[in-house]
């Protein structure tokens, strides 16, 4: 289950499609949703979040203001 939902995500497009969003993890355990439609402009319904970097570089935690740790997908 979780490898299909995987193998079928793999785009911005696909995530909003789907009803997903992503969500930013700091180290310290804080953590924000990202605003999927402002991503989508920026890089593109096709751009490929898996192993992405340039997502996480935009990101730096308001509580610890380290750069985000990781991007995880969650279900709206
Ligand atoms: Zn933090």
Excluded: W
């Excluded at 289950?1 to 969003?21: C, D, F, P, V």
């Excluded at 096709?46 to 991007?71: H, K, M, T, W």
């Amino acid at each position: 289950m979780e490898r299909k939902i995987a193998r079928s995500l793999e785009t911005l497009g696909n995530l909003q499609a789907a009803g997903y969003q992503l969500y930013g993890h700091c180290y310290c355990g804080h953590g924000v949703i990202l605003d999927l439609e402002m991503l989508i402009q920026r890089f593109g319904e096709d751009y490929v979040f898996i192993n992405e970097i340039r997502i996480l570089r935009l990101l730096r935690c308001s509580v610890c203001r380290r750069p985000a740790g990781q991007i995880t997908l969650q279900p709206r």
